[in-house]
């Protein structure tokens, strides 16, 4: 009986000695904070947990939202004539694509009435750059 108390003491010693009490001591989890650990997107949704800074035990896990895209213009169509303009966009998180209308069409504009006396009609031109419009009339 002696010696098995004896060894049962030498165990507890060593036992002591290798694994610190804390670790025995049940954790209050005072020293907490939040860490995330997947950021969202505009794909998807993010990770945010409250660990215990003492025991590294996760107390909580919230989801964050997704965000907004992140578009920049990469090419843009002049409004014309008889179209709007036109801008492409792309989103550098996702490579997301849209195009966005804006302004709008300019009309066209004409020049002065010109006679053609061969033909006896009467043609004119949109003056603008871009348009080969032409009207003809009698």
Do not use: E
Not at 93 to 121: E, Q
Request: hydrophobic share 30%; glycine share 6%.
């Amino acid at each position: 009986m002696k010696r098995l108390t004896i060894a049962v003491m030498c165990l507890l010693m060593c036992f002591s000695t290798v694994m610190p009490t804390t670790a025995l001591a049940k954790c209050a989890h005072k020293k907490t904070q939040w860490q995330t650990t997947q950021r969202a997107t505009c794909c998807n949704t993010g990770v945010k947990k409250l660990i215990c800074k003492n025991c590294g035990k996760v107390l909580n896990r919230k989801t964050l939202p997704k965000v907004s895209h992140q578009f920049s213009t990469f090419r843009t169509w002049k409004p014309s004539c008889t179209d709007v303009g036109y801008k492409m966009q792309l989103c550098s998180i996702c490579g997301d694509m849209r195009t966005v209308k804006y302004g709008k069409a300019l009309g066209h504009k004409w020049s002065s009435w010109k006679k053609n006396f061969l033909t006896g009609k009467y043609t004119r031109h949109c003056t603008r750059s871009s348009c080969d419009a032409t009207q003809h009339k009698k």
